[in-house]
């Protein structure tokens, strides 16, 4: 005699059979769309040249004493200039009421290393390149950096002094990696 009374919890033997084939078709098909977007998904990051550029290593420790060195970083011009202690003690001195944008000696210069001003190398009024990255450029009266185009004229702190300019020079995002090298970015 056949009992008609069948456990609830059973389940027929094919539909047990279809849900585990359902299981695995839909884990079947979660691995294949992964095989096939993770190389799509990687082609998008940056390739290692694209961030070595984004994030360059300048050695500052060969710029002598009173020199800049120009170096391009997302299509500026950055300048690094190496001050000496009389540039250091002169714009210690400079009264914030002299300048259009006040700004001190430790807001410019990086607390790691006193010596050496980052900033980028255009004019804040007209964008010209500025003059004055090697002491047989014209620098103008305070010794700094002098623009051809307007007359603009910057102290070595990259602050806007005399002229048309009203605003100091951009610092740039950067770190001293050791005493020889700095990483922009």
Same mark, same amino acid.
Request: net charge neutral; aromatic share 4%; hydrophobic share 40%.
């Given at each position: 005699m056949v009992d008609h009374t069948a456990d609830a919890n059973s389940v027929p *033997?094919?539909?047990?059979?279809?849900?585990?084939?359902?299981?695995?078709?839909?884990?079947?098909?979660a691995v294949g769309a992964a095989t096939i977007?993770?190389?799509?998904?990687?082609?998008?990051?940056?390739?290692a040249g694209s961030e070595a550029a984004?994030?360059?290593?300048?050695?500052?420790?060969?710029?002598?004493?009173n020199t800049a060195r120009q170096v391009m970083w997302g299509g500026l011009?950055?300048?690094?200039?190496?001050?000496?202690?009389?540039?250091?003690?002169?714009?210690?001195?400079?009264?914030?009421?002299?300048?259009?944008?006040?700004a001190s000696l430790e807001s410019? *210069?990086?607390?790691?290393?006193?010596?050496?001003? *980052?900033?980028v190398g255009l004019n804040t009024a007209t964008p010209c390149a500025l003059e004055g990255n090697t002491p047989s450029e014209p620098r103008g009266d305070f010794d700094g950096w002098l623009c051809a185009c307007?007359?603009?004229?910057?102290?070595?702190?990259?602050?806007?002094?005399?002229?048309?300019?009203?605003?100091?020079?951009?610092i740039p995002r950067f770190?001293?990696?050791n005493e020889a090298q700095i990483q922009l970015g």
């Open positions: *033997v094919g539909e047990s059979r279809r849900g585990f084939l359902a299981i695995l078709a839909m884990a079947g098909g977007l993770w190389p799509v998904i990687d082609a998008l990051n940056p390739d984004a994030r360059p290593v300048v050695t500052v420790s060969d710029i002598p004493e011009p950055i300048l690094i200039r190496r001050l000496t202690d009389k540039q250091l003690a002169d714009n210690e001195t400079v009264s914030m009421d002299d300048l259009p944008d006040p410019r *210069v990086a607390p790691a290393n006193r010596h050496f001003v *980052v900033v307007d007359g603009s004229q910057y102290d070595p702190l990259g602050r806007a002094r005399r002229g048309p300019s009203r605003r100091n020079l951009p770190t001293f990696i």
